[in-house]
């Protein structure tokens, strides 16, 4: 490549250059060595039926390498029931879920990563990280300030999905919508909103999750969001799982 090629290259708008580059901006962007939150989800079901569940969130690590434990607090049905994730820049997830009513852990099997988490319209996928590297990217041009890009989960991600179509700001690189697709059916859809600085990391406070085929929602609201806390090792483990109900 010559000189002036690459000139040209380095003029043009990111856009137009690399969506991966977008989407590894929006990853660093929002690095974190550990975050907590208490969640409060609102599930609206087919018959528009609502219940209530609230959760707690913990992570600790970096981004694709990270380990997550999120445990339901309420109601009493529920209470206890808990999620262990060690996520991996190069494969999919390892994922264990505790249930105290049978004590015990249960992994979850790559098949049935598909399926709704315990009555949310999460599937246990859309609880992992997805590090930047376990898709490829196509910017597909910009809508209303963001930019649109394609992402192809490569096969070692073991994805259910065979696209994303993700939106991410163009002022602040936070991802507004993503849109899951299985061949050419939309499955999820999953919107941000409610975005603002917390420990000068910009953030969604509100997720709603859009789970097209049963045609139900879960609104997820983040409160006492907590960036960079001391968060011990120990309790990312199978032995904290079982331990601390």
């Not at 015990?104 to 099997?109: G, K």
């Not at 609201?221 to 483990?237: C, H």
């Given at each position: 490549m010559n000189k002036y090629c690459l000139i040209f290259l380095l003029a043009l708008p990111l856009a137009a250059q690399d969506g991966r580059a977008i989407v590894a901006e929006s990853q660093k962007r929002s690095h974190?060595?550990?975050?907590?939150?208490?969640?409060?989800?609102?599930?609206?079901?087919?018959?528009?039926?609502v219940s209530t569940k609230r959760w707690i969130y913990e992570r600790l690590g970096s981004a694709g390498e990270s380990k997550a434990v999120?445990?339901?607090?309420?109601?009493?049905?529920?209470?206890?029931?808990?999620?262990?994730?060690h996520n991996h820049p190069d494969r999919a997830s390892d994922q264990w879920m505790w249930t105290p009513a049978v004590a015990?852990?249960?992994?979850?099997?790559?098949?049935?990563?598909?399926?709704?988490f315990f009555g949310t319209d999460f599937s246990f996928e859309d609880l992992e990280e997805r590090d930047v590297d376990r898709s490829s990217y196509k910017t597909l041009g910009e809508e209303n300030g963001a930019w649109k890009i394609e992402g192809t989960p490569k096969p070692e991600a073991k994805s259910q999905y065979t696209r994303l179509l993700i939106w991410i700001r163009k002022d602040n690189y936070v991802a507004t919508q993503i849109e899951c697709y299985s061949n050419d059916k939309l499955i999820r859809r999953i919107r941000y909103a409610e975005i603002e600085k917390v420990q000068n990391i910009w953030t969604a406070r509100n997720v709603e999750v859009h789970d097209l085929q049963r045609d139900s929602k879960t609104t997820l609201?983040?409160?006492?969001?907590?960036?960079?806390?001391?968060?011990?090792?120990?309790?990312?483990?199978l032995q904290a799982l079982r331990r601390e109900q």
């Open positions: 974190a060595d550990s975050q907590r939150y208490e969640g409060t989800l609102e599930v609206n079901d087919a018959k528009r039926k999120l445990r339901f607090t309420a109601p009493a049905e529920v209470k206890g029931v808990a999620l262990l994730i015990r852990e249960r992994r979850i099997a790559l098949q049935d990563r598909r399926t709704r609201k983040l409160e006492k969001l907590q960036y960079n806390l001391s968060l011990a090792a120990e309790s990312f483990t």
